[in-house]
Nanobody
């Protein structure tokens, strides 16, 4: 199983970006999916998460600006980021709780990270 993230880049403050993360491989079920971020010198933090049923939760710092969504048919999670601020600059990672087909086992899988840089 692999998670492939894309959509990062350089944007001015106030701008928008949309991140995507597609899971591929021997997948039976995907439960929760989420985005984390890690800024230089800081710990990795949860940005947003979404359950298989569509329930969401967000870090206080991004509420009202970011929206997480998913396409279950395509095993893909998205993060729409609006009104970006310089403090949103970080490497963004996607993660998913996945039940693989063979062998049948649950695991937490991570994407490779995509850089988001917001200039002031």
């Amino acid at each position: 199983v692999q998670l492939q993230a894309s959509g990062g880049g350089l944007v001015q403050a106030g701008g928008s970006l949309r991140l995507s993360c597609a899971a591929c491989g021997s997948i039976s079920v995907i439960n929760a999916m989420a985005w984390y971020r890690q800024a230089p010198g800081k710990q990795r933090e949860l940005v947003a998460a979404i359950t298989s049923g569509g329930s969401t939760n967000y870090a206080d710092s991004v509420k009202g600006r970011f929206t997480i969504s998913r396409d279950n048919a395509k095993n893909t999670v998205f993060l729409q980021m609006n009104s970006l601020k310089p403090e949103d600059t970080a490497v963004y990672y996607c993660t998913a709780a996945i039940l693989t087909r063979t062998p049948a086992s649950w695991g937490d899988y991570w994407g490779q990270g995509t850089q988001v840089t917001v200039s002031s």
